[in-house]
């Protein structure tokens, strides 16, 4: 692919992406992605990246990889024994720190959480944005910490933070563009991190193991 194909594509997905963000999946044409990009080639996104939800696993996938190059250059113990805090930190932060990177105008957030249960998503896109890898990572390396908590309730707790991690950062984010907020995107993290270690190893008060879902409906 050309260097201005490449251009062009990355003009696409960058005009997508904010526009989603702005108006939700379902509210934006191809036509108003083409044209905000500047390209009066409307079928520009076919040519591309072939459908819409190419496209939107094209955006998923972006962020995948940019988000594993801040996870590589996180420091991490050998094999994440140093328990649930530095497990949670290290799936959390660089997220957290991807974030933070992106220039204005600032929507990348708001556009993963509009896109989180969006049925055309595929594969580790989908997987990612519902939180699979974190609940996965939770439950099978800090059993051992967490032995009083049954495994049904951790599965649920673990279940929902992708989404709310997701949720309280597209709403961080939208409030550091319009200037209502003036903590760092790294107090945020940590703030994360925090909440997360509390809600996770919070003793189970249940009267029964019922509780085994893996987050919350899509939609």
């Given at each position: 692919?050309?260097?201005?194909?490449?251009?062009?594509?990355?003009?696409?997905?960058?005009?997508?992406?904010?526009?989603?963000?702005?108006?939700?999946?379902?509210?934006?044409?191809?036509?108003?992605?083409?044209?905000?990009?500047?390209?009066?080639?409307?079928?520009?996104?076919?040519?591309?990246?072939?459908?819409?939800?190419?496209?939107?696993?094209?955006?998923?996938?972006?962020?995948?990889?940019?988000?594993?190059?801040?996870r590589e250059a996180l420091p991490v113990s050998e094999d994440l024994?140093?328990?649930?805090?530095?497990?949670?930190?290290?799936?959390?932060?660089?997220?957290?720190?991807?974030?933070?990177?992106?220039?204005?105008?600032?929507?990348?957030?708001?556009?993963?959480?509009?896109?989180?249960?969006?049925?055309?998503?595929?594969?580790?896109?989908?997987?990612?944005?519902?939180?699979?890898?974190?609940?996965?990572?939770?439950?099978?390396?800090?059993?051992?910490?967490?032995?009083?908590?049954?495994?049904?309730?951790?599965?649920?707790?673990?279940?929902?933070?992708?989404?709310?991690?997701?949720?309280?950062?597209?709403?961080?984010?939208?409030?550091?563009?319009?200037?209502?907020?003036?903590?760092?995107?790294?107090?945020?993290?940590?703030?994360?991190?925090?909440?997360?270690?509390g809600m996770v190893a919070a003793p189970s008060t249940a009267k029964?193991?019922?509780?085994?879902?893996?987050?919350?409906?899509?939609?």
């Amino acid at each position: 692919m050309s260097r201005h194909s490449d251009k062009a594509r990355e003009a696409l997905m960058d005009a997508a992406e904010e526009l989603f963000a702005i108006h939700g999946i379902d509210g934006v044409s191809n036509r108003k992605i083409t044209e905000h990009a500047g390209t009066a080639n409307h079928s520009a996104i076919k040519y591309h990246f072939g459908t819409r939800d190419d496209l939107l696993n094209a955006l998923i996938r972006r962020a995948i990889t940019e988000v594993s190059e801040f996870r590589e250059a996180l420091p991490v113990s050998e094999d994440l024994d140093g328990g649930l805090r530095e497990v949670v930190t290290h799936r959390v932060l660089p997220w957290i720190y991807y974030l933070a990177a992106q220039p204005a105008p600032f929507c990348r957030a708001q556009f993963l959480y509009q896109v989180r249960g969006y049925p055309g998503l595929s594969g580790i896109g989908a997987e990612m944005l519902r939180g699979d890898e974190l609940q996965a990572v939770l439950v099978g390396r800090t059993r051992h910490e967490l032995r009083g908590i049954p495994a049904s309730v951790l599965r649920a707790r673990a279940g929902i933070l992708g989404y709310m991690v997701l949720g309280i950062s597209a709403e961080f984010e939208r409030q550091v563009a319009e200037g209502e907020h003036a903590a760092t995107w790294e107090e945020l993290g940590y703030f994360l991190v925090d909440s997360i270690v509390g809600m996770v190893a919070a003793p189970s008060t249940a009267k029964s193991e019922f509780l085994d879902f893996g987050g919350p409906s899509h939609g």
